[in-house]
């Protein structure tokens, strides 16, 4: 591939120049080409090049690329694993690769030595520090590396060789060489102690001058080289979907997804019981009881599982290996709050939706969440996607708890108010069926009364019905004297307070 090989000169140009530009030799510095993602044959075409140091982020997909790829006969190219490391990967990565540049953990270090199989030489390591003080990235706090360094001098399979650090996301460049030089201080205050302590690996695509200007030994790059990651923008008709879950909210959003413009064809639902299911495939959807199976080509992801459900399912998704930072989630549990998704599953590409039951008729309210990195592009089609089910509401994880306990308990609320005046119209001599009828009706006019008077506070409304020393006043006196309001209040936060147990839980 020409444009590779194009791109590798520009790449090495650049190297040399900003090498030459702070009086460095360009030896002294060593290029690690980041392959995550990629496929083998741009991968083959850069080794062509001369290129022998390739990066991978994900543990499963690379471990598949290098067993093929050394089945080709590519087989000495050094892997090296530079994303966040997930325990239930340590295996693969202590089998497959010949560097790890992301050690953050004494936990991390143990099973990667455990795991490390006989006869190959011991797993070089580089301690991944946080640079940039920020929550969301990897990396050990400057405070436990030599509890961290202890751990692995212990770990006879591991081999200690420097530091990492990733910068700041920011395009303030004097940010990115403090937190660089503070890096660079560390890496020279531990080499004059460790043996072999000679790599420092810092800059990227956008800050490759200000590393060289610190002295990095090795810089990752991966754009500049295979091309920024094509992303598709979503539409109705491109999009796979996938259900985990196949009950009855699953149900009314695949409903809604259908009859809002999407091919029933790109939906695949999973569920312990294919009999179940049969309705969905009889619209032309495919259905699995294996929910990785359905996971793996989806583009965006319903998880359709009770809460207490919900920890084993993502559980199951974050250890199936299969690359999850490019998919939609949208979880409808109660309780599970973003936080713990992103927990389980590294991405913050995930929505919370609260619907109620009226929602299968078109007539629900849909409370709707988004985390930080959901786009635009996601918004304005998971909108269109539950437009069929009723009034989507979106505020943050707070007014979600408020909207579930109003919105998705209060049906409930309302069938028990029906309940009680049926029963009492029954009391006094009508029959069930009309006392239905009555009530239901009365109901379904009050609402649209408020819907259809936007103008006129519910007060006035009720004022309206009301004449002072009559029937209803007469009524309205007693729910007074019952302390109706107060215990109002008392459901829905009795409500309430269920949902901040379940965060409590999960």
């Avoid at 020279?188 to 490759?208: A, R």
């Amino acid at each position: 591939m020409d444009e590779i090989r194009e791109n590798l000169s520009k790449v090495h140009q650049e190297i040399i120049s900003s090498c030459n530009k702070y009086g460095r030799s360009e030896n002294d510095v060593s290029l690690l080409c980041v392959s995550k993602t990629k496929p083998e044959e741009k991968i083959i075409a850069a080794y062509n090049c001369g290129e022998r140091h390739f990066g991978e982020s994900y543990a499963v997909e690379a471990s598949e690329k290098i067993t093929h790829l050394k089945e080709l006969g590519y087989r000495d190219i050094i892997w090296h694993f530079i994303g966040p490391i997930q325990k239930n990967k340590t295996r693969l990565i202590a089998e497959h690769f010949d560097m790890v540049e992301s050690l953050d953990r004494a936990i991390v270090a143990t099973r990667l030595n455990d795991q490390r199989p006989e006869g190959l030489p011991p797993l070089e390591v580089l301690i991944q520090v946080n640079i940039s003080a920020e929550d969301q990235k990897s990396g050990c706090d400057i405070s436990e590396i030599d509890s961290l360094i202890d751990t692995i001098q212990k770990c006879p399979k591991l081999k200690l060789r420097g530091f990492m650090g990733v910068g700041m996301d920011t395009p303030d460049f004097e940010i990115i060489d403090k937190e660089f030089s503070k890096l660079k201080s560390l890496f020279d205050e531990y080499s004059k102690k460790l043996e072999d302590f000679n790599i420092l690996s810092i800059g990227m695509t956008h800050d490759l001058d200000i590393a060289v200007k610190n002295q990095t030994t090795e810089v990752r790059i991966g754009t500049a080289i295979f091309g920024a990651r094509e992303y598709k923008t979503m539409t109705t008709d491109n999009q796979n979907i996938a259900f985990i879950g196949g009950g009855n909210m699953s149900t009314c959003i695949y409903e809604s997804i259908i009859a809002s413009g999407f091919n029933p064809q790109n939906i695949t639902v999973s569920g312990p019981h294919l009999e179940k299911l049969e309705k969905f495939k009889t619209k032309g959807s495919v259905i699995t009881t294996d929910n990785i199976d359905a996971l793996k080509n989806a583009d965006i992801v319903f998880l359709g599982v009770k809460p207490q459900i919900l920890t084993s399912v993502l559980d199951e998704i974050a250890a199936s290996g299969v690359a999850l930072n490019h998919k939609l989630f949208v979880s409808m549990a109660a309780g599970y709050k973003l936080s713990s998704i992103e927990e389980k599953l590294n991405t913050k590409k995930i929505i919370r939706i609260m619907p109620n039951t009226p929602a299968k008729l078109g007539l629900g309210v849909i409370a709707v969440v988004y985390d930080t990195e959901v786009s635009e592009n996601e918004k304005q089609l998971s909108e269109k996607m539950l437009a069929k089910m009723g009034t989507c509401i979106v505020g943050d994880e707070d007014n979600l708890n408020v909207i579930g306990a109003v919105a998705g308990c209060g049906p409930a609320f309302v069938y028990r108010f029906m309940e009680a005046l049926i029963a009492e119209a029954v009391a006094h001599g009508l029959s069930a069926d009309n006392a239905r009828k009555i009530v239901e009706q009365t109901v379904l006019g009050s609402a649209n009364m408020s819907i259809k008077n936007q103008d006129c506070t519910l007060a006035s409304l009720r004022e309206a019905v009301t004449s002072k020393g009559g029937t209803t006043y007469a009524g309205l006196c007693k729910m007074t004297e019952g302390n109706f309001e107060q215990v109002m209040k008392n459901t829905v936060q009795a409500s309430l307070d269920r949902t901040y147990e379940f965060e409590k839980m999960f």
